[in-house]
């Protein structure tokens, strides 16, 4: 919040017009903060999918 007091605030536009961050703005953000974190995640979410795959195309041959 802005040192202002309550009624400069009010006639202030500036002070107001911050948006709150997106939920994908914050995500991305804390995907920066913890990279190591994020690429490990990927590398399982990616050997998984594709482990799936393979079975799958495996049992329906």
């Known amino acids: 919040m802005s040192n202002l007091p ?3 605030q009010k006639l202030d536009p500036a002070v107001n ?3 709150k961050p997106t939920y994908v703005k914050l995500a991305m953000r804390n995907m920066v903060r913890k990279r ?3 690429l490990k995640h990927f590398a ?5 999918l594709l482990s799936v795959l393979v079975g799958l195309s495996y049992l329906t041959r």
């Open 44 to 48: 399982l979410t990616t050997i998984a």
């Open 36 to 38: 190591g974190t994020s």
């Open 17 to 19: 017009a911050e948006p």
């Open 6 to 8: 309550e009624t400069e």
